[in-house]
């Protein structure tokens, strides 16, 4: 999914029910395991708002 969104850690998916669609966001939750990985997460901008989302 890479390049889909502004954040690789999110991605919109969709049932395929003509009828009823649902659609679904889904968002990797980054749980840091070590002192390393938690500097790092502190370091990203994860942040999505709705100026930046797609409309067409």
Known sequence: MKGWTNDDRMMIACCNDGTRPVIFKIER??????????EWLEKQNFHNFAEDAYIG
């Not at 939750?29 to 938690?38: A, C, G, T």
Request: aromatic fraction near 0%; avoid cysteine.
């Open 29 to 38: 939750v980054d749980i840091p395991e070590n002192d390393e990985e938690k």
